[in-house]
């Protein structure tokens, strides 16, 4: 192992307040907080990339206008837990401020749309707009936003724009918050609604809050015609990292902020096996307990990649931990929402990536898995941002940082050992330069750019087609012109072009099912995309009656769960049940299409191999090069009591998918996809008993962005680029 010092980050102090801002006392607001509300007040500009770093109150940056009592505006977040975060610091902004118009500040997520209609007795577009017109600041996703403004919400005999062109005209600050995090579908979803937003609404703003922005995408806009500022503190020499307590005080004096803490930062490597860090995590258990004996007032989180990982681990630490009154919760994909809540206040959390998008820990130990760069970067960003934290009303003080990163052995090679090593054991290093060498030295992920140009008008396609409704096309005919010009500018691409293979497909699923519709268009037009293999899971080991209804993907309960097989209607039964007895509302939506339910009982130790098989044969469907559509496909898991209950309903289900003739491990590794990219092994009928399945099928959204990366394979050769 290897250990290096990472420095303290300090923030530069604004020049001055901007005129009509006041702060609290004391307050004193950062560079970066100045020049984005100036940016945001300016007429001449559209878009604003703050890029502070992590921790540097780019929130506050946000929100300062509305603290004033100056603007409405709509915060998307990515994570249901972040939004609930944000909610959360924005009424804590709002007690510190006291605003004269004693703004009203509401959360809106899926489940809390569908209860709240419910409630109301609302369609869920009514709902929306009963909560948007309630608020001041609507926080919510940008799933509901993107879904609001594809007339997701609307019936037939509404006009399509009966609640974007609301909603749109309520708010005049759009932000998005962890915007590094979206993936290129996602990307274009916001700047088709943004184009949509510019020529049908006037003088609107909009924020993004990254500490990694997307060159792409501020590319993109400027080709749109957009007028964008970039607030970049780093560029601009805005952070000091001092060395000595000398430094820092001379610093603080000056009111720069400290941002992040001093950081001791041990390497870890890590053979490249699945529970590698699973393994060292039981053997080093009473290790990292000690250290919690050892320095008192502890706080800590282990961010891991897997969720059966994290559900194996939690037992054993909860149980170590508890003979001596510390506690231990999880957070996970499927960990309840009162597990969730409970585990921010925890000695240690043991969780997966639910944690580590922009929720505020105040932590002052961590252990990270990471997968790539970003990833890594994005995990230790959780750690040194608080000085310490308050229990039963008295202030508990950190008495330093310590970070384990569990990476593979190759990566410590790179940066450690040998003439062309970059860092050395015991070296004090600022931020900026050693994130530099990670992204240097780490594995990169594909940022799929040519997602934009292939399937990023089809998302322009079916806006234009609701514009031409003749309900409303006479009042948007200039907006009409004016948005086909501009996306055909953004993506390359001429709408002709997209109306002859949006048609096409259409004919193909005719010809191929006897059915109307237009599956790739669906899925092209959706978010993140809709999963065909979704299960509906009733938890077992949840304690928590209300939190026991979840959802998981078919491959993660085929690799990792002991469940069995339920009927939908018992899964309804039990849900509606369990929410009058307890008179909790339980949102029921997320199940309608789910592909199975099941009673999930516990994880496996080990992870499970099985397949996808064809009855036929796939190689005409890899030879097509194509997002196709297809049907029968089945599971093989020889052992597996209940895998053909399953096959009886997955047989039944045409899937949006793109075949390749390589083994999934090589596609994964040729194309840089990132660690949970959903594509899968298959065998067809002359491959079946294949030890290892020779072809790779991605489904729905993953399908279109392999689409873009298949050319690599189109000829021999290609460079192997190592995880």
Known sequence: MFSIRLKPIYS???????SGIHMPDGWHLAWHQAETLKALR????DVVFNTAMTGDGKSLAAYLDFLQGNCHAIGLYPTNALASDQETQLKDYIAKFQPSNDPRVNRLSGAELEIYAENEGLRKGSAIASRASQSEVL????????????????????T???????IDKEFGLFIFDEFHVFAAPQVASVLNTMLLIRVTNRRKKFLFLSATPKASLLRRLEKAGFKCKLISPVDEGKYQFPETEAEATDLKVRHWRQVAHAIDLTFMPM??????????LKENQENIFNLFIEHPGSKGAVILNSIAAVKRLTPIFRSLFANHGLVVRENTGLSGQQEKADSLAAD????????DVGVDFKINFLIFESSDAGNFIQRLGRLGRHEGYEKAGRKVQFDGFRAYALVPNFFVERLFAGENAVLAEG????RIHFQTLIREKYRQINDFEGYYKHWGAVQSFRLLYDLKNPHIQQQYAGSLQRFQASCEEVFDTPMRTVAGRVKGWAADWQTSSGKKGNPIVDNATSFRGSSPLLCGLYDL????????????????????????MWTKKEFLEALKAIAERTGQPIAKGRFEYCLGFMRLRGYREERLNWKFTFPGDLQPFADAWKVQVLEKLQIWQPDNPWVGEINRRLKNQALVCYVLRKPTQEVRLRLQLPMHFQIYPISDSYSIHDANAPYSVAFGQSALLIETLAHRFKHDGGELWIA
């Open 12 to 18: 530069c102090p604004a020049d001055d307040t901007p």
């Open 42 to 45: 300016n007429p001449n500009i």
């Open 139 to 158: 926080i919510t996703n940008p799933d509901i936003f993107h879904f609001l403004h594809r007339g997701a919400y609307i019936t037939g005999k509404d």
């Open 160 to 166: 399509p724009d009966k609640l974007w062109n609301r």
């Open 271 to 280: 053979e490249a096996t699945s529970k590698a860090s699973e393994t060292w």
């Open 348 to 355: 240690l959390v043991i969780g997966t990536s639910t944690i």
């Open 427 to 430: 070296e004090v290093c600022d």
């Open 541 to 564: 080991t949840e304690p928590n009656e209300s939190d026991r209804f979840k959802t998981y993907d078919l491959p993660g309960v085929l690799s990792n769960l002991n469940i069995e």
